[in-house]
């Protein structure tokens, strides 16, 4: 079932998510330029080859723009992910004792709540896609310009544009990625040594991640298009999906353009953040 091996005592959880560097995005990592290949693919539908092309041509000045915003928001999700979850876990559970609320229910709630907690970092993929994408190279000079511009000209609600895609996909993922956890891990080989236990964390983490993020992949072209556009109206998300729909010409494999190298850095990186969380549960 669940999985969830915190102590019942520990209080802050967060801390424990914040020690581990997270390679996966740091600069000069080969990860990092993946990711802006990652990105044109999601976001105009480029072959790799020509995302990496468009990327050349751009120069290296150009090559880490946006990577400062990634940095700063995917270990802060990843502490509100875990942390929110045992915490909102414990406390949804002794108010459910009384009431006969199945476990499944109370954990699915938790997890749903985490993943809307995490939302509020929205800025920061916000401004990533500012920065990654080279019509507005021009535009934005840095993290702190690109910030300082939207909340100057457009006030904090445009800081937020593409919250609705970011939210079907935080909530859902969410409740699948610690709902499944536990049972994927039961039917990996039995572990006796902490080497195995490492292991086997790694491959449910990275197994689970990588899935999800396919699963989930149509949103995160959602988001991109529509976190791209900056002022205007905020087109409604199943109307964005329709447009990247039209323009791709109804394919679906022109729509999941970029999974298979999503799915390769989810899956290292998810088995990475899974592994190191539960030893970290173990050792604090």
């Not at 740091?26 to 790799?48: D, E, I, W, Y």
């Not at 020509?50 to 928001?73: C, F, I, S, T």
């Not at 499944?180 to 086997?200: F, M, V, W």
Request: charge should be positive.
């Amino acid at each position: 079932m669940w999985n969830s091996t915190a102590p019942a005592n520990c209080m802050p959880d967060f801390p424990w998510v914040w020690s581990p560097p997270w390679t996966p995005n740091q600069p000069g990592n080969p990860r990092s330029r993946r990711k802006k290949v990652l990105f044109r693919q999601q976001l105009h539908g480029l072959r790799a080859t020509e995302a990496v092309q468009q990327l050349q041509r751009e120069g290296l000045r150009h090559l880490y723009r946006g990577l400062l915003p990634p940095l700063l928001q995917k270990t802060t999700t990843v502490a509100i992910m875990f942390g929110l979850y045992e915490d909102f876990s414990r406390l949804l559970l002794q108010h459910a004792r009384g009431s006969g609320a199945p476990e499944l229910l109370t954990r699915s709630m938790a997890a749903a709540l985490a993943g809307t907690a995490e939302a509020a970092l929205t800025p920061f993929e916000r401004v990533q896609t500012l920065l990654q994408d080279h019509r507005h190279n021009g535009r934005f000079q840095n993290t702190a310009h690109a910030f300082r511009t939207l909340l100057r000209d457009y006030g904090v609600k445009e800081c937020y544009r593409g919250l609705v895609p970011v939210l079907l996909r935080n909530g859902p993922s969410n409740v699948l990625f610690f709902g499944l956890r536990g049972p994927i891990k039961q039917r990996l080989p039995d572990a006796h040594t902490k080497t195995g236990h490492l292991l086997n964390d790694f491959v449910c983490g990275g197994l689970l991640g990588a899935a999800l993020g396919i699963m989930f992949y149509p949103l995160n072209v959602v988001k991109s298009r529509a976190q791209a556009q900056v002022g205007g109206e905020f087109v409604p998300c199943l109307r964005v999906l329709g447009t990247v729909w039209r323009e791709r010409g109804g394919s679906v494999a022109l729509l999941f353009r970029g999974a298979t190298l999503n799915y390769h850095r989810s899956l290292l990186s998810w088995g990475i953040i899974n592994a190191t969380y539960e030893l970290l549960l173990k050792v604090v």
